[in-house]
C-alpha cells in the first residue's frame, strides 16, 4: 500500500500533512528526488542518495539523517509499504519557518518526507511507437541563477516549460539552454544517435546530471558504442538517425519527431531498442534488496 513517512511517522496518503508554513510549500527550497524500485530492489539507492547530499550542500541545508541512516529508511519505508515497483519521492526541505525568507528562522531544521507510491508517466504506446516532441521557449535556467544540477523543490523553470508542451498538445518539450544548445526535456535528459556515436549534453550546458544519463552512458560503453559528453543543436537533433530520453519515471523513450521533423525513419532506432532491453535487463537483477 502506498504510504507517506514524515520525520519518523507512517501515514497514509491522505492523512499526511505538513505546516503550511514549511519553506519547502512557502518558497520551494529543499531538494527532492525519485527513485524506482523494480521487483523489490531499489534501483541506484546510492547515486540518488549522493546527488540527494551534494544538493543539500550546494543550498545549505542539513539532511537531518546520516546517508547510511538515509538508506536504511528509505528501505524501511518500501518494505513496509509491501509494494515490489513502487516510485520513492524523496523530500527534504528546509522546515517550518516564518513568513520571510531566512532559512535561518526554520529553527526545528530539515523536514525529510518519503513517499512510496506508483508513477506511469506515459503510456505503453509512447515506448513502442515513439514520442513526438516541440522546443519551448523557455530557457533551462542558467548555473549561475538556480544551478540546474541541484534537484531543487523549485521546478518552476520546467513546470512553465511543461505548460507550453501541453498548451501546444504535446507530452514532452526540449529545452535549450541560454546559448540555444540543448540542455534536457522538462523532467529527462537527452540523447543522440548521430554519425555512429551517441551523444548527451555535458553537465556544464546546465542540466541535471540524470542517474538514468549515467547508466545509460556505461550501457552504451559496454556495448562498445562510441558515446560523447558533447554540446548539440537543435540542427544535430533534426538530423540525428536516432533520439530518446532518458530519466527515473520515463526509463528511455524513443524520440521519433522533433519540432515537425521526423528523427531518423520515424520509429524507435535500433540502437535506442538495444540499450532499453539491456537496461530493462539491469534494473530486474541490480539494485539495494530490501
Ligand atoms: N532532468 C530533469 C530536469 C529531471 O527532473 C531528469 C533529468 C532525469 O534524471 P534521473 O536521475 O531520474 O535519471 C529529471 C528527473 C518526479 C519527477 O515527480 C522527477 C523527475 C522527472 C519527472 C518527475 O519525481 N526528475
Given amino acids: 500500500m502506498a504510504l507517506v513517512y514524515i520525520n519518523g511517522e507512517f501515514f497514509p496518503p491522505e492523512e499526511a500533512k505538513i505546516s503550511v508554513f514549511d519553506h519547502g510549500f512557502l518558497y520551494g527550497d529543499g531538494v527532492f528526488e525519485g527513485i524506482r524500485v523494480y521487483n523489490g530492489r531499489v534501483f541506484k539507492l546510492d547515486e540518488h542518495l549522493q546527488r540527494l547530499y551534494r544538493g543539500a550542500k550546494a543550498i545549505m541545508l542539513k539532511v537531518p539523517q546520516t546517508p547510511e541512516q538515509l538508506k536504511q529508511t528509505v528501505l524501511g519505508c518500501v518494505s513496509r509499504s509491501g509494494l515490489r515497483d513502487p516510485y520513492i519521492r524523496l523530500v527534504i526541505s528546509r522546515g517550518k519557518g516564518d513568513l520571510g525568507l531566512d532559512p535561518n528562522k526554520c529553527s526545528d531544521g530539515a523536514g525529510l518526507i518519503i513517499i ?165 535487463e539491469i534494473t530486474q537483477s541490480e539494485g539495494m534488496a530490501l
Avoid: W
Fill in 116 to 280: 512510496v507510491d506508483k508513477i506511469a508517466l506515459y503510456p505503453r504506446s509512447i515506448y513502442e511507437e515513439g514520442l513526438r516532441m516541440i522546443t519551448v521557449m523557455t530557457r533551462r535556467n542558467l548555473h549561475t541563477a538556480t544551478n540546474p544540477a541541484i534537484k531543487s523543490l523549485n521546478y518552476l523553470n520546467n513546470i512553465i516549460a511543461r505548460l507550453e508542451v501541453s498548451q501546444a498538445g504535446y507530452m514532452e518539450g526540449l529545452m535549450l539552454n541560454q546559448e540555444g544548445y540543448a540542455a534536457e526535456a522538462t523532467g529527462d535528459n537527452i540523447f543522440i544517435y548521430r554519425d555512429g556515436r551517441l551523444i548527451t549534453p555535458p553537465v556544464n550546458v546546465g542540466i541535471l546530471q540524470g542517474i538514468t544519463r549515467d547508466v545509460v552512458i556505461d550501457l552504451a560503453r559496454q556495448m562498445g558504442l562510441e558515446t560523447r559528453e558533447e554540446r548539440f543543436t537543435l540542427y544535430d537533433i533534426y538530423t540525428a538517425d536516432e533520439c530518446f530520453l532518458t530519466g527515473t519515471a520515463a526509463e528511455i523513450v524513443p524520440v521519433v519527431e522533433l519540432d515537425g521533423r521526423q528523427i531518423g525513419d520515424g520509429r524507435p532506432g535500433e540502437k535506442t531498442r538495444q540499450l532499453t532491453a539491456r537496461f530493462h
